[in-house]
């Protein structure tokens, strides 16, 4: 603990820190003008001076019941759907009535005269004689015995139509334009040696694209990169499309 001096019996003046002014928004007028810019005069405490009511518009008897909608028959939800009312104790059945009819020759006739019915096919899976129906089960071939099986469907034979009826167009206007001279087809000469030049170049430039350098770190290297596998592209499918088609027509 610090020893006592003189010095504390000289009275200290009490210093009391000042406050940071209020902050005031400069947004204070905008936010105020907004708040009651759209309010009536009248929104919750009702209108600020209430009109006086005519003679004509007095309060009449009745004025101020709810209006009922007009009375229409009660129908419950389910009533199509409900069985017929029972019918009443004095409705009566007719009583007495007598047939000729022989039952027993009826049902005898019906059952000599009538096809058997064929047993339904089953199959045992297990040894303990569990059985289950053939005809779900796939084992039995039935697609074959159809009168449609093996003949083609009407979808691909009209599809075929439409395939044929296109080509006759096309070989139609092919016709038409080397009538006129504007066409030509490629022999299988010229076919092969546009191949055979498309293949090497596509060579050339696949061997400059191997002796490139492994890291493009340079625009300069990946341009050149892009360049080269963007050609090669182009050529595979040049290649590709002359493999594919026999015969290349070009114009004039």
């Not at 569990?130 to 089960?137: G, Q, T, V, Y």
Request: aromatic letters at 8%.
């Amino acid at each position: 603990m610090d020893a006592a001096t003189v010095y504390d019996l000289i009275p200290v003046e009490e210093y009391k820190a000042q406050k940071p002014p209020r902050h005031v928004s400069k947004f204070k007028l905008n936010v105020k003008q907004e708040h009651t810019e759209h309010r009536a005069k009248h929104k919750t405490m009702g209108q600020a001076n209430v009109p006086v009511p005519t003679t004509d518009e007095y309060l009449k008897k009745r004025s101020k019941e709810p209006v009922l909608p007009d009375k229409t028959e009660f129908k419950y939800p389910d009533e199509d759907r409900r069985r017929p009312a029972v019918p009443p104790k004095d409705n009566t059945p007719l009583m007495g009535l007598k047939t000729n009819k022989n039952f027993i020759t009826t049902n005898a006739v019906q059952n000599i005269t009538s096809v058997p019915k064929a047993p339904q096919k089953i199959y045992c899976d297990t040894r303990n004689g569990d059985k289950n129906f053939l005809e779900p089960s796939g084992l039995e071939p039935k697609y074959i015995h159809k009168k449609e099986y093996g003949d083609t469907p009407k979808y691909l034979s009209k599809r075929k139509e439409e395939m044929q009826k296109a080509q006759e167009e096309y070989d139609a206007y092919i016709a038409e334009h080397f009538r006129r001279g504007a066409m030509r087809s490629l022999t299988d000469e010229e076919r092969q040696a546009i191949l055979k030049g498309l293949q090497t170049n596509w060579e050339e430039i696949h061997d400059q694209y191997q002796s490139l350098s492994v890291v493009t770190d340079t625009a300069p290297k990946k341009n050149r990169k892009e360049r080269m596998e963007a050609e090669m592209k182009q050529l595979e499918r040049d290649i590709e499309t002359f493999e594919r088609h026999k015969v290349i027509y070009i114009a004039n």
